[in-house]
């Protein structure tokens, strides 16, 4: 799970202030959950570019290029077992030659989709 972490990125580079932090932290437990993410856009406490990158950093894998997804093929979705993707919280967008790309949830075990 990639909160703690993301959090953290974001106080140490100075994107977000602890008290707004934790704030977006009891939005989350009172509000019945949502993602911090969300609430960080939402509270406009960081852009939607920066936040993408720090959740990069945060879960390890590269940020999808926005043009991505204008090439998505639903063929390329049966490139993984609908079973596998569920279980490993991913889904196929893009295939070319040489690359499966993939949008992974940070649920998703990082270790299983390499």
């Not at 909160?3 to 100075?14: A, F, K, M, N, W």
């Not at 959740?55 to 940020?63: L, T």
């Not at 196929?92 to 949008?103: G, K, S, Y």
């Amino acid at each position: 799970m990639i909160g703690g972490r993301l959090g953290s990125l974001l106080v140490e580079r100075g994107l977000v202030s602890v008290a707004d932090l934790r704030q977006c932290y009891l939005m989350q437990v009172i509000g019945g959950g949502g993602g911090l993410d969300t609430l960080l856009m939402e509270r406009e406490l960081v852009t939607e570019g920066r936040l993408i990158q720090i959740v990069s950093e945060a879960s390890g894998y590269p940020a999808m290029p926005e043009d991505l997804l204008d090439q998505a093929n639903p063929k390329t979705a049966k490139l993984v077992p609908w079973a596998l993707a569920g279980r490993l919280h991913l889904a196929p967008v893009h295939a070319d030659a040489e690359h499966l790309f993939l949008i992974v949830s940070p649920a998703a075990d990082q270790v299983a989709v390499e």
